[in-house]
C-alpha cells in the first residue's frame, strides 16, 4: 500500500514538475529534483526517450581495453554483489568515469528487459544521455544514491529500481560506478550498503596495488577489521601522506586537498617510524584512538629529500601548531598556489602569516627552489625600487658594478612572499602588476626584460578590498595578489590553546615543568600580539627558569602581572599551607574572567571548559554576575 502511495505521489510530481518545474517540499529527494531541473536545461522531454548512442562492438572493445584494469580489479567485486543481491532479476553494472557501461553480469531474463531501454554494455548513462539515473546522478552529486521507479526522468526508465557507488582512486579522482539494478517492484532497504561494501572491495585492491612500494598504515575501530575492505588506509612517502582511500578521509576528517601536503605528524602523535604504539594502536591529534598495523614498503623505491621545514632562530617566531581549519586552509592553499593561483594572507600582527607561506613553500612543488620574503613596510621607499627589480651596472649614481638581480628574480623557481604589501607605494605597484601580467621583470637601465617564474603570496594585517583615494592597493592589483584569500584566526579564537601551550613550551628544549597555574594564566590571556608574543614569553620563561629551575610568576612581563596578582591573591594558601586543585581552578576562572572583561564565553573558550562552569564557579566564589 505505501509503495503504491509512494509511486502515486511521484507521478503528481512528474505531472506538476511538466506544467510548473517544481514540486512540493519532501516528494521528491533533493539529489533526484536537481537531477530533474538538470535534464530539464537540457531541454529533455519527461515523457519523450533517451536518444539512442550504442556504440559499435568495436569501440565497446577499445573502451574496454582502455579500463582493463579498473575491470579486472571489478570482477571478485562483481561477482560478491550479484552472489549478495541473490535471487532473479538483478544485473550488476560496472561503468567508467564518463558513465559508459563497460560491463553487465545477472540475471538473463532481466537483462533483455533492461536492454530495451540501452542498460547494456556500450550505452551511456550519464545525465546528458540518460536523463536521472543512478550511474549518471552518482557521477554528477559524487555520491552513492538510489534512482527508484518514476525517480528516472525518462518514462520509459521508470521499470528500474537502480544503485550506484562511485568508485574512486586513493587520490580521490573517480574511476567509475558501481551499480545494481532491478525490477522496480524490488525494493530492498540495504541495497546501497551491499554496493558499497562491493566498491570498498575494489578500491581496497586499487589501493594495495598503486601503493605497494610505499608504507602503508591499516586503521579501524575493531582490530579484526585491520586488513578487510571497510579499513582505512593511508599511504606516505617519507611522511609526507600521499594517499588515502575513502574510509580514512571519512575517519579522519581529512579533504582530499590533504594528500601530498600534510604530515604523519600533522594527523597522529608521534612519527611514522614508531606507529603502532605497544598497544597496537595510533592517536590522532584530534583524540580519537584506531587500531593499526604499518606495512613497510615491499621494495624500497627510491625516496625524495623531503624539503627541510623552517628552522627557529631569534629573528622569526617559532611555527605554531596549526589546528585543523588552519592545516585545511593550508592543504588547499598549497594546491592552489602549485595551480599558479595568487594567495593572499590575512592577519593580525603575528598570527603566523610568514610561517604559513614558508609551510606552503615547503609543501608545494617549489620546495626545491628559493623563499624570498620581502617585508614592504622595512624596506626604504627610495630603494624599493631597485632592490625588487633590479638593476644594471650604471644605472644609476652608487650603483654596484654587477648590478643587482633584484629580489623578483631571485625569487625564480620558487615562491616571492610581499609580507605588508598595503605598505607598497602605490607608484610601484603599476609596475608589480605588470610583472604579474607579463611575467617578465625590467631592471632599471636594462634594454630588454628578463622572464621570471614564481608563485606569489601577499600577506597583510589589514583590509585592502576598499577602493577610493586610501585604498592602500590598486583595485586591479588587488585582484590579481587575491585570487585565494587565506584568513588567519588570532590566538585567543583557538579552542586548544592549553595544548598549544604546551606544545610549544616542550619545542624550548629541556627544561622545568609549567605549574598548573601558570599555564591557565597563559592560556587565558588573550594574547594581543598573538604567536610572536606567546613564543617570546615562553622563550623568556625558558632562559629564566634555566634546565633545572621553576618558573615563577614573577618572571612573567609587566603585562601579564595584574592578572597574575589577582590569581595568587586568590590561591594564597591558608596558613602557609599549600594551594590545593581547587584554589587554582578558582585562581584560573578569576584570571580568564578578568583577561576578558568578564565576558563568560570568551574566558570559556580560553580555559577549554564549558560555559556552565565558568558560570558555576564564578557564583560560588561570589564574583559579579558575569555576562
Given at each position: 500500500m505505501a509503495t503504491h502511495s509512494r509511486q502515486h505521489a511521484l507521478t503528481q510530481a512528474r505531472l506538476l514538475f511538466n506544467q510548473q518545474g517544481a514540486v512540493p517540499g519532501?516528494?521528491?529527494?533533493?539529489?533526484?529534483?536537481?537531477?530533474?531541473?538538470?535534464?530539464?536545461?537540457?531541454?529533455?522531454?519527461?515523457?519523450?526517450?533517451?536518444?539512442?548512442?550504442?556504440?559499435?562492438q568495436g569501440e565497446l572493445r577499445e573502451a574496454q581495453q582502455r579500463n582493463e584494469a579498473l575491470r579486472r580489479l571489478s570482477e571478485p567485486a562483481m561477482s560478491y554483489l550479484r552472489?549478495?543481491?541473490?535471487?532473479?532479476g538483478n544485473l550488476v553494472i560496472l561503468s567508467d568515469a564518463q558513465g559508459l557501461v563497460l560491463d553487465s553480469d545477472g540475471d538473463a531474463g532481466f537483462a533483455s528487459r533492461a536492454s530495451r531501454v540501452a542498460l547494456m554494455?556500450?550505452?551511456?548513462?550519464?545525465?546528458?544521455?540518460?536523463?536521472?539515473n543512478a550511474i549518471g546522478t552518482a557521477l554528477v552529486e559524487g555520491r552513492p544514491i538510489t534512482v527508484h521507479g518514476a525517480e528516472h526522468y525518462f518514462e520509459p526508465n521508470r521499470i528500474l529500481t537502480c544503485a550506484a557507488v562511485p568508485i574512486t582512486d586513493s587520490e580521490g579522482r573517480t574511476l567509475g560506478v558501481?551499480?545494481?539494478?532491478?525490477?522496480?517492484?524490488?525494493?530492498?532497504?540495504?541495497?546501497?550498503?551491499?554496493?558499497r561494501a562491493a566498491v570498498d572491495l575494489i578500491e581496497h585492491r586499487l589501493f594495495e596495488q598503486a601503493y605497494e612500494h610505499h608504507a602503508v598504515l591499516r586503521l579501524h575501530d575493531h582490530h579484526s577489521g585491520l586488513g578487510a575492505p571497510g579499513e582505512g588506509l593511508l599511504a606516505f612517502q617519507g611522511d609526507v601522506l600521499i594517499g588515502a582511500n575513502r574510509r580514512a578521509l571519512q575517519a579522519l576528517g581529512l579533504a582530499a586537498t590533504a594528500l601530498g601536503v600534510y604530515r604523519y605528524s600533522d594527523v597522529f602523535d608521534g612519527v611514522l617510524e614508531r606507529c603502532p604504539d605497544a598497544a597496537g594502536?595510533?592517536?590522532t591529534r584530534t583524540g580519537a584512538s584506531y587500531h593499526a598495523r604499518l606495512r613497510l614498503p615491499r621494495s624500497r623505491a627510491p625516496q625524495p629529500v623531503a624539503p627541510a621545514l623552517p628552522g627557529i632562530d631569534a629573528t622569526r617566531p617559532a611555527a605554531p601548531s596549526f589546528d585543523a581549519a588552519t592545516l585545511g586552509a593550508l592543504a588547499r592553499a598549497v594546491h592552489l598556489s602549485d595551480a599558479g593561483v595568487s594567495i593572499l594572507l590575512q592577519g593580525e600582527t603575528g598570527v603566523g602569516k610568514?610561517?604559513?607561506?614558508?609551510?606552503?613553500?615547503?609543501?608545494?612543488?617549489?620546495?626545491?627552489?628559493?623563499?624570498?620574503?620581502?617585508?614592504?613596510?622595512?624596506l626604504p621607499e627610495s630603494l624599493i625600487e631597485s632592490e625588487l627589480f633590479g638593476y644594471e651596472d650604471g644605472a644609476f649614481t652608487g650603483a654596484r658594478r654587477q648590478g643587482s638581480k633584484g629580489l623578483l628574480r631571485q625569487a625564480h623557481g620558487g615562491v616571492l612572499f610581499l609580507d605588508e604589501i598595503g605598505d607598497m607605494p602605490?607608484?610601484?605597484q603599476s609596475r608589480l602588476l605588470r610583472v604579474l601580467q607579463t611575467r617578465e621583470v625590467s631592471p632599471l637601465g636594462a634594454a630588454r626584460p628578463v622572464p621570471v617564474d614564481f608563485a606569489l603570496v601577499c600577506a597583510t594585517h589589514r583590509p585592502l578590498a576598499h577602493e577610493g583615494a586610501d585604498a592602500p592597493v590598486r583595485p586591479d592589483l588587488y585582484f590579481r595578489i587575491a585570487e585565494y584569500t587565506v584568513t588567519l584566526e588570532p590566538l585567543r579564537a583557538r579552542a586548544d590553546r592549553l595544548e598549544l601551550l604546551r606544545a610549544l613550551w616542550a619545542a624550548q628544549g629541556a627544561g622545568p615543568v609549567l605549574p598548573p597555574l601558570i599555564e591557565a594564566l597563559l592560556a587565558a590571556y588573550p594574547w594581543p600580539g598573538n604567536y610572536r608574543q606567546l613564543v617570546a614569553v615562553l622563550r623568556t620563561l625558558h632562559v629564566l627558569a634555566g634546565p633545572s629551575g621553576v618558573v615563577d610568576a614573577d618572571m612573567l612581563p609587566a603585562e601579564l602581572r595584574p592578572v597574575a596578582d589577582n590569581a595568587h591573591a586568590a590561591a594564597a594558601p591558608p596558613e602557609g599551607g599549600t594551594a590545593d586543585l581547587q584554589s587554582m581552578t578558582d585562581a584560573a576562572v578569576r584570571g580568564a574572567l578578568a583577561a576578558h572583561g568578564g565576558n563568560v564565553s570568551r574566558a570559556a573558550r580560553a580555559l577549554g571548559v564549558h560555559r556552565s562552569t565558568v558560570y558555576r564557579r564564578a557564583a560560588a566564589l561570589g564574583l559579579p554576575r558575569a555576562r
Open positions: 519532501g516528494i521528491v529527494a533533493e539529489p533526484i529534483l536537481r537531477s530533474w531541473r538538470r535534464c530539464a536545461d537540457l531541454g529533455f522531454d519527461m515523457r519523450g526517450v533517451r536518444r539512442a548512442e550504442l556504440m559499435t552472489r549478495e543481491a541473490g535471487g532473479s554494455p556500450g550505452a551511456p548513462w550519464d545525465e546528458a544521455a540518460a536523463g536521472t558501481l551499480d545494481l539494478s532491478s525490477q522496480a517492484r524490488d525494493i530492498r532497504p540495504d541495497v546501497l550498503t551491499l554496493v594502536r595510533v592517536q610568514e610561517v604559513f607561506a614558508r609551510q606552503l613553500h615547503a609543501r608545494g612543488k617549489r620546495a626545491s627552489g628559493p623563499f624570498v620574503a620581502v617585508n614592504c613596510a622595512a602605490l607608484m610601484l
